[in-house]
């Protein structure tokens, strides 16, 4: 079962605009994952961010947690051809096994 | 170099085979992983393994079998069993068995003849 679900599933834009995606889930959680992943490769992790946490950056990168709307969301600021990719949110449910549960997935398409 | 090497990139089965999927780390991770995706869905956990010589089922284990005899290797078996076995396979590590961010193999993709 997947626990998290990414908004939208496709998501077309120019070089420079800025692409926001989001993650919805059903139970409660001790963090929530972001991971990247090229076409036809592995994923990359992104970044993480816990369950008392409400806002993380790593350069380009801000995520945002709603613990209260059991959401979060992924903002690439000024994006470029090169952040093309998937884009999966993984969620670790407390109480649980400690195994991320990954969602479907955003397409992003920057284009140059 | 540190990481997770998968092999082959392509694998191709016969109608009845079982094939072997390689995964190893030189990370020195406690825990290891294995995932399968198919177009448009996401990552779905076959089996994983917080120690060696144990390990544990996920969501799809069925048609699938695994061993954990060294810490740096995490081999995965389809069996003829998969009736479905196509897709991309990838295995992950994490340094210990909780909370972590798990490190990703390239992958390995699956086709049947």
């Known amino acids: 079962s997947q626990q998290g679900e990414e908004d939208p599933q496709a998501l077309s834009i120019q070089e420079g605009e800025n692409a926001t995606m989001n993650c919805s889930y059903k139970?409660?959680?001790?963090?929530l994952q972001w991971y990247r992943q090229n076409s036809g490769r592995g994923l990359v992790h992104l970044i993480l961010i816990r369950s008392n946490e409400r806002e993380k950056h790593s350069g380009r990168l801000r995520v945002t947690l709603d613990t209260s709307k059991k959401s979060s969301s992924l903002l690439i600021t000024a994006s470029r051809a090169a952040d093309t990719a998937s884009y999966f949110c993984?969620?670790?449910?407390?109480?649980?096994?400690?195994?991320?549960?990954f969602g479907r997935g955003t397409s992003l398409i920057v284009h140059p | 170099d540190g990481g997770i090497t998968q092999s082959p990139k392509y694998l191709f089965r016969k109608e009845g085979q079982n094939v072997t999927l390689s995964c190893e780390q030189n990370l020195n991770h406690d825990a290891m992983y294995w995932y399968r995706q198919d177009p448009g869905q996401g990552l779905r956990l076959i089996y994983y393994?917080?120690?060696?010589?144990?390990?544990q089922k996920g969501d799809i284990a069925e048609g699938y079998s695994v061993s954990r005899e060294k810490k740096e290797s995490f081999p995965l078996t389809v069996t003829s069993a998969q009736k479905n076995p196509t897709a991309f396979y990838l295995c992950a590590s994490t340094p210990g068995p909780a909370g972590e961010t798990q490190y990703f193999g390239p992958g390995t993709r699956l086709l049947v003849l």
């Open positions: 393994s917080q120690i060696v010589n144990d390990f």
């Open positions: 139970t409660s959680i001790n963090n």
């Open positions: 993984a969620t670790e449910s407390s109480g649980g096994s400690y195994i991320p549960t």
